[in-house]
């Protein structure tokens, strides 16, 4: 989620530069309501890649690498950086593939050419070099995402905070221990639970478990309409960052705010104990953390309350 939510910006400038080209997107269904109603974007072509394990699933690859190969692009853009999305960029047909220069598994050997990038740059600044090599100006970057929708039991009205603690990374995500912290720090105001992972029940009074219950609309939706966000280093914080820059604390733990965190430079950035906007991060953001303990936590949830 967090690639794409950092190509948007990209995919829009290209639709600004050249109004008449038709730009498609190779993505996962699971992303696919990301681009619901995106104008930059004509055509979506799904990469179902759970359905390709196995040896059904590799002869169920071959056909639709023969498929993607009848698309022929002029361009194709490899973002992601990988061997796997070098290939379809290649086999594409494209008469012209475009990466960045670290890009990984050898991905770089099925480029036509890539955009010089500093590796420890912010994914989006680095993505924006292809723009750059485009000769379209990456100034003034901007996220257009779906409105969303609250969900139709959805039944709180007065303000809420959300609270995101899942994340893919050993160590990344949020205990109950500290979810619970969290919420008693910020009482009165309820907080809703969102997003996919391990059950963290039993709960308390003020946490609404939307756990697991939401799609991405309406993950968007609630979001939008958070009075606040509190989130691991994951797809969904990217998602919060770009829709409320600053309503948003991104929790930190050994990945580094400054290369895979929120983009938004009043965005605040949690790590070691520290809490300050992103701007404000240097050296120290590169070191490995630690997870917040029960007390920060509160003290996270009490800070959030007097906003």
Do not use: C
């Not at 924006?128 to 039944?155: C, H, M, N, T, Y």
């Not at 039993?202 to 939401?214: A, H, M, Q, R, Y």
């Not at 958070?226 to 929790?251: C, E, K, T």
Request: aromatic share 10%; charged share 25%; no cysteine.
């Amino acid at each position: 989620m967090g690639d794409v939510i950092h190509t948007l910006p990209i995919v829009t400038r290209l639709h600004q530069a050249w109004p008449e080209a038709e730009i498609a997107w190779l993505i996962h269904p699971a992303l696919k309501e990301l681009l619901k109603d995106y104008a930059a974007v004509r055509k979506i072509i799904f990469f179902p890649r759970e359905e390709f394990r196995g040896f059904r699933g590799a002869l169920k690859a071959f056909i639709w690498m023969r498929t993607l190969r009848e698309w022929k692009p002029d361009l194709a853009i490899d973002l992601q950086g990988l061997l796997r999305s070098a290939l379809m960029a290649r086999f594409s047909g494209a008469s012209f593939t475009l990466g960045l220069s670290d890009a990984r598994e050898g991905a770089a050997l099925f480029y036509s050419s890539y955009a010089l990038v500093d590796p420890k740059a912010h994914a989006l600044k680095r993505y924006s070099q292809v723009l750059e090599k485009l000769a379209i100006s990456s100034e003034g970057l901007s996220f257009q995402l779906p409105e969303g929708r609250i969900p139709a039991d959805f039944s709180l009205s007065s303000p809420f905070v959300v609270i995101h603690p899942y994340a893919r990374g050993k160590g990344k995500s949020l205990t109950r221990e500290q979810v619970l912290a969290f919420a008693e720090g910020v009482k009165p105001s309820p907080v809703v639970l969102l997003g996919k992972g391990p059950s963290m029940k039993p709960l308390v009074e003020n946490i609404f478990d939307w756990s697991g219950k939401t799609n991405l609309l309406e993950l968007i939706g609630l979001l939008r309409h958070a009075s606040f966000v509190v989130s691991s280093d994951s797809g969904p914080m990217h998602l919060a960052a770009a829709l409320q820059p600053r309503r948003l604390v991104a929790i930190h733990r050994w990945s580094d705010p400054r290369r895979v965190g929120p983009y938004g430079q009043d965005t605040l950035v949690w790590k070691n104990g520290e809490l300050k906007p992103q701007r404000d991060w240097g050296e120290e953001a590169g070191r490995f953390g630690r997870a917040p303990t029960l007390e920060e936590m509160k003290a996270l949830g009490r800070m959030i309350a007097q906003q």
